[in-house]
């Protein structure tokens, strides 16, 4: 009884070296590929890539890092004179820069012009500013007027139609006329802001 015990207990030898080669037989075939993916097909060539794959390439960020430089570049560029609907550009185009050449420019969207007088005096800012106030009443054009202790802002445009028209033209040629009638200076001559000069004191007289 007790050998028959121990024989079940046990396995034989030819049994364990069975399953020995059970096992190792099993482990090469997991480490060796099989024929089917041996023998597989190659990659597609680099032509054949789906039309989605190039334009996820495309869209690197190298070529992003491209396209912003780019926007900025073009975002830095000079406005354009934007003329209002029914003005007719190929006349204005040349009072435009005639008036560019007299210190006048385009405001950032291109819609107006602007341009910054300067004087010796607060009162001489005033009355330039009087000369186009009654101007623009008797026009009925109004410009957006900045005014400084020595110096004024002018701006033109106009607002329905929006852009610029022939009356921005007219009037900041009219604003030149004035200037140069109350003594408009350059920049480096107008009022400053800040203490007055001390008046030089007269020396007294000595007593007899």
Not at 62 to 67: D, M, P, R
Request: proline share 8%; glycine share 4%.
């Amino acid at each position: 009884m007790y050998t028959v015990s121990r024989a079940l207990q046990r396995p034989s030898r030819s049994v364990t070296s069975q399953l020995h080669r059970s096992v190792r037989q099993h482990h090469r075939s997991f480490l060796t590929p099989s024929a089917s993916i041996t023998t597989s097909s190659p990659p597609p060539p680099l032509h054949s890539a789906s039309p989605s794959l190039l334009r996820t390439s495309s869209s690197s960020p190298a070529s992003l890092q491209a396209h912003r430089t780019f926007s900025h570049s073009s975002a830095m560029m000079a406005a354009a004179p934007e003329f209002a609907r029914g003005m007719d550009k190929s006349q204005l185009q040349p009072e435009l820069d005639s008036l560019v050449e007299q210190g006048w420019a385009l405001d950032e969207d291109g819609l107006g012009v602007k341009k910054t007088y300067y004087f010796k005096t607060y009162f001489k800012a005033v009355s330039f500013v009087n000369v186009v106030a009654s101007q623009s009443a008797t026009k009925k054009h109004h410009p957006t007027i900045t005014v400084r202790i020595g110096s004024v802002d002018i701006h033109w445009t106009t607002h329905q139609p929006r852009g610029l028209t022939d009356k921005d033209l007219m009037m900041a040629q009219h604003c030149d006329e004035a200037a140069e009638l109350m003594g408009a200076v350059e920049q480096e001559e107008g009022k400053k802001c800040g203490p007055s000069s001390p008046t030089p004191s007269t020396p007294s007289s000595p007593g007899l």
